[in-house]
């Protein structure tokens, strides 16, 4: 399939290690986050959602952290496997409005 | 369980043209949104529709418009067609229009505009 970011930023791991992927959102007021998965051809695979009312919420393997502070959200996946390698965006959403915003993206290349 | 299902998955079209893309939100959704993805961007929005009517519109022409049906499917319909409209065109449903609830994708209409 057709590659969804030939020039996004990536992050390159080892099988097995832990990855953490970054992002800075703009929005202040921003009160609800999700992070999207997105492998070559497929659409956004929703992976996990955090609202602003929380600092950390974890899933099976993913971890996401917010600080509100700095506007920042952090996506750590433990035990990285080749099935993870895609790219990964966050969103962030307000109350009020319709449309999720999503950041840049990261590439993640999980090494065997 | 069906997820978000677009069709076609893949459109040619040419400059001038109208093209009309399809969306079947996940069963239980009422909220639809389309959004433009063009190569190597994260998706941009274009509209939301819960019980068919428009409820949000993105930083697109008029020649961009679309309709939500009462099953909850959606039509997006594209007039005049631009080289720049070449994007995967994605669908995305949730369960109301409220802002703090997950919205889940489908996989999109690729199309090219030749």
């Known amino acids: 399939g057709e590659s969804v970011g030939l020039h996004l930023p990536t992050l390159s791991v080892q099988e097995g290690d832990n990855s953490i992927i970054n992002c800075a959102y703009s929005n202040s007021a921003s009160d609800y986050f999700i992070w999207y998965k997105q492998e070559s051809g497929k659409g956004p695979q929703f992976i996990i959602d955090i609202r602003s009312n929380m600092d950390k919420r974890q899933g099976q393997r993913v971890t996401v952290l917010l600080n509100k502070t700095v506007k920042h959200l952090s996506l750590q996946i433990a035990a990285t496997q080749p099935g993870d390698s895609a790219v990964y965006f966050c969103a962030e959403i307000y109350t009020g409005r319709r449309a999720l915003t999503f950041g840049s993206g990261t590439r993640l290349q999980v090494q065997p | 369980d069906a997820g978000v299902t677009q069709s076609p998955t893949h459109l040619i079209k040419t400059r001038g043209q109208h093209v009309t893309l399809r969306c079947s939100p996940i069963s239980g959704h009422k909220s639809v949104s389309w959004y433009q993805q063009v190569l190597g961007q994260g998706p941009q929005f274009i509209f939301q529709y819960y019980e068919k009517e428009e409820r949000g519109r993105g930083n697109f022409p008029d020649r961009f418009s679309a309709r939500q049906f009462p099953n909850y499917s959606s039509e997006l319909n594209v007039n005049a067609l631009l080289l720049g409209d070449s994007a995967l065109y994605l669908c995305?449903?949730?369960?109301?229009?409220?802002?703090?609830?997950?919205?889940?994708f489908g996989d999109g209409t690729r199309l090219s505009i030749l």
């Open positions: 995305a449903s949730s369960t109301d229009s409220y802002s703090n609830q997950p919205q889940h």
